[in-house]
T-cell receptor, first 114, second 110 residues
Framework: AAGVIQSPRHLIKEKRETATLKCYPI?????VYWYQQGPGQDPQFLIS???????DKGSIPDRFSAQQFSDYHSELNMSSLELGDSALYFC?????????????FGPGTRLTVL | DAKTTQPTSMDCAEGRAANLPCNHS???????VYWYRQIHSQGPQYIIH???NNETNEMASLIITEDRKSSTLILPHATLRDTAVYYC???????????FGTGTRLTIIP
């Protein structure tokens, strides 16, 4: 079965650079969630989108922005990168019609800021 | 979200049943209990969820107490690949996002 696709899988950037992470949800899924997981930490919710509209917002820095496109894929844009942004970034998707919170996570993008 | 409390870590022998407890004494009547796990550096994986009744799927069983204040995730025949951090989550009704707490680090011993 198709899973959530994230690209790139690994990304190395310098401080103050920008990065764009992409997420392709499972076909027919209309909701996308972004999570950040720092070293030794639990995943932290950043932001979510339902039908291309922002549906919830967590502890996402102002330097980060995200959007969901008409094909339901989503991009997380990160500017003025800091060393502390080094983390695993997970995208998850779900279909609102199921009425449950069963979410399916991608393999993650490992961002390293030097 | 309802506060959940889980043991920090547990060990289980390979081939035995792994029983992971979770306390959620403040859970409301319409809030589900969800279990996810995260194998090292992989994306979290949905396991099972329930409201009142016990649930079983191909991965695990979920036993919820009658008063709904606690639940137990059961992996019937643990394998080495079940070594992971297991999260019990009870999101507020209508809250779509998942909030991960500390979870239980389960280690399967050969």
């Amino acid at each position: 079965a198709a899973g959530v696709i994230q690209s790139p899988r690994h990304l190395i950037k310098e401080k103050r650079e920008t990065a764009t992470l992409k997420c392709y949800p499972i076909p027919r899924h209309d909701t996308v969630y972004w999570y950040q997981q720092g070293p030794g930490q639990d995943p932290q919710f950043l932001i979510s989108f339902y039908e291309k509209m922002q549906s919830d917002k967590g502890s996402i820095p102002d330097r980060f922005s995200a959007q969901q496109f008409s094909d339901y894929h989503s991009e997380l844009n990160m500017s003025s990168l800091e060393l502390g942004d080094s983390a695993l970034y997970f995208c998850a998707s779900s279909f609102s019609g199921t009425g449950t919170m069963s979410k399916y996570f991608g393999p993650g993008t490992r961002l390293t800021v030097l | 979200d309802a506060k959940t409390t889980q043991p920090t870590s547990m060990d289980c022998a390979e081939g035995r049943a792994a029983n992971l407890p979770c306390n959620h004494s403040t859970i409301s009547g319409n809030e589900y209990v969800y279990w996810y796990r995260q194998i090292h550096s992989q994306g979290p994986q949905y396991i099972i969820h329930g409201l009142k009744n016990n649930e079983t799927n191909e991965m695990a069983s979920l036993i919820i107490t009658e008063d709904r204040k606690s639940s137990t995730l059961i992996l019937p025949h643990a394998t080495l690949r079940d070594t992971a951090v297991y999260y019990c989550i009870a999101p507020n009704f209508g809250n779509e996002k998942l909030t991960f707490g500390t979870g239980t680090r389960l280690t399967i011993i050969p």
